[in-house]
């Protein structure tokens, strides 16, 4: 079943009229082009600005794109330099540039993808999983804002570095329980100037870059830290970060906090759905970023678990509907609970089939090892990533 799943594809130019090596459909699913048909013009029109997507198992022998495989990468690469941070040899401001410039490059290709991935499979420790799905996250704020590509890749950069050199203390407080003591609070208190610190030695960052890091955990009101800076004097990608980051964690959780969902009830309306996830720290955040995300993930961001009116455990591979509702849903666990051999199509918005509720992914645990890329067409193409 995976095989028929719709994944983007590049295109090699030139192609106008000539014969398409598979057949060809845009985002919604509709098909713009049968294989071996003469490719018009008008298909092949701005490739920039259209996603062209094919069949899975249709793929051409063309060098392709393997965005899971690259943010995968990236991760590991970030856990490494981070590593060489502590042990006092600092990298320079290229390998944290070409990160961004990966990562970037990957978000663009497959957004869907990435986010969906970024939710579900295993990261190399919570502290990278988190900066990751914050990028994610700060990209699609940026984009929505209106922001050139070079500003958003900045963002990413950013939010990929905003923890840099504490990864081993947010990973000591994903898993901790109760309060930090003392020194571990005064730490966290400070990573920001940290970060920012060990950035700017680099040399070559933007400044941009070093200012959003610097102030990602500053508040509109003033109750931000390290400098308790207010509305107009923190910078616009500081507050994009900030609702990223505040995302990132509602929907990753920790060991003492569980992760804050929406189900189909609180999804209702944007502003209900809003309310429902930032609850008080709206107060805190410029709620116009945080509009923009919400609005641009729609109700069941990539990667959400739903259990389906059927009794099914399912996942939402893909943004496709044009109201904000996805248009499907693949099947992992059918109603007693069992894994499908392969994921299972499922059409949404009939009576035979609808989103009953949000399955909260603590029932990840429960699913067995799972090749979490083939949910996006990259089971082939982006290895077996856990």
């Known amino acids: 079943m995976t095989a028929s799943l719709l994944?983007?594809?590049?295109?090699?130019?030139?192609?106008?009229?000539?014969?398409?090596?598979?057949?060809?459909?845009?985002?919604?699913?509709?098909?713009?082009?049968?294989?071996?048909?003469?490719?018009?013009?008008?298909?092949?029109?701005?490739?920039?600005?259209?996603?062209?997507?094919?069949r899975a198992g249709q793929?051409?022998?063309?060098?392709?794109?393997?965005?899971?495989?690259?943010?995968?990468?990236?991760?590991?690469?970030?856990?490494?330099?981070?590593?060489?941070?502590?042990?006092?040899?600092p990298p320079a401001a290229?390998?944290?540039?070409?990160?961004?410039?990966?990562?970037?490059?990957?978000?663009?290709?497959?957004?869907?993808?990435?986010?969906?991935?970024?939710?579900?499979?295993?990261?190399?420790?919570?502290?990278?999983?988190?900066?990751?799905?914050?990028?994610?996250?700060?990209?699609?704020?940026?984009?929505?804002?209106?922001?050139?590509q070079d500003s958003v890749l900045d963002l990413i950069g950013a939010a990929l570095t905003m923890?840099?050199?504490?990864?081993?203390?947010?990973?000591?407080?994903?898993?901790?329980?109760?309060?930090?003591?003392?020194?571990?609070?005064?730490?966290?208190?400070?990573?920001?100037?940290?970060?920012?610190?060990?950035?700017?030695?680099?040399?070559?960052?933007?400044?941009?870059?070093?200012?959003?890091?610097?102030?990602?955990?500053?508040?509109?009101?003033?109750?931000?830290?390290?400098?308790?800076?207010?509305?107009?004097?923190?910078?616009?990608?500081?507050?994009?970060?900030?609702?990223?980051?505040?995302?990132?964690?509602r929907l990753r959780g920790r060991r003492t906090r569980l992760p804050r969902y929406w189900n189909a009830a609180k999804a209702g309306t944007s502003e209900r759905l809003i309310r429902h996830v930032f609850g008080k720290d709206l107060e805190i955040l410029d709620p116009h970023l945080v509009r923009l995300l919400l609005v641009r993930l729609g109700s069941f961001p990539p990667g959400s678990l739903v259990r389906l009116s059927n009794g099914e455990l399912a996942i939402i591979n893909r943004r496709t509907g044009t109201d904000g509702k996805p248009r499907e849903a693949l099947s992992l666990l059918d109603a007693r609970g069992r894994l499908h051999g392969e994921p299972r199509q499922r059409p949404l918005g009939t009576q035979d089939c609808r989103v009953q509720g949000y399955a909260h992914d603590d029932q990840l645990h429960r699913l067995p090892d799972y090749d979490w890329p083939a949910l996006w067409g990259y089971g082939e193409y982006g290895g077996k990533v856990h």
């Open 7 to 54: 994944r983007p594809i590049v295109l090699p130019p030139g192609l106008a009229g000539r014969p398409a090596p598979c057949d060809l459909f845009d985002e919604r699913g509709t098909l713009l082009a049968r294989e071996g048909s003469p490719l018009s013009p008008r298909a092949m029109d701005a490739p920039h600005l259209r996603r062209l997507y094919c």
């Open 59 to 89: 793929v051409p022998q063309l060098a392709q794109p393997a965005p899971l495989r690259v943010l995968r990468d990236v991760g590991e690469t970030l856990a490494m330099l981070d590593a060489l941070l502590q042990s006092g040899h």
């Open 163 to 249: 923890n840099l050199g504490s990864h081993a203390l947010h990973d000591r407080m994903h898993a901790q329980h109760g309060a930090p003591d003392a020194a571990a609070r005064s730490a966290l208190l400070d990573h920001p100037r940290r970060a920012a610190t060990l950035l700017a030695a680099s040399g070559g960052l933007p400044p941009d870059w070093l200012r959003a890091v610097a102030q990602h955990h500053e508040n509109l009101d003033g109750s931000g830290y390290p400098q308790g800076l207010r509305r107009g004097e923190i910078a616009l990608g500081a507050r994009i970060l900030r609702v990223a980051d505040v995302f990132a964690a």
């Open 94 to 148: 290229d390998a944290f540039t070409e990160l961004a410039v990966h990562c970037h490059a990957a978000w663009r290709f497959d957004p869907d993808a990435c986010i969906g991935y970024a939710r579900l499979a295993r990261p190399i420790s919570p502290a990278v999983g988190h900066v990751l799905l914050a990028a994610l996250f700060a990209a699609e704020i940026g984009d929505a804002h209106g922001l050139p």
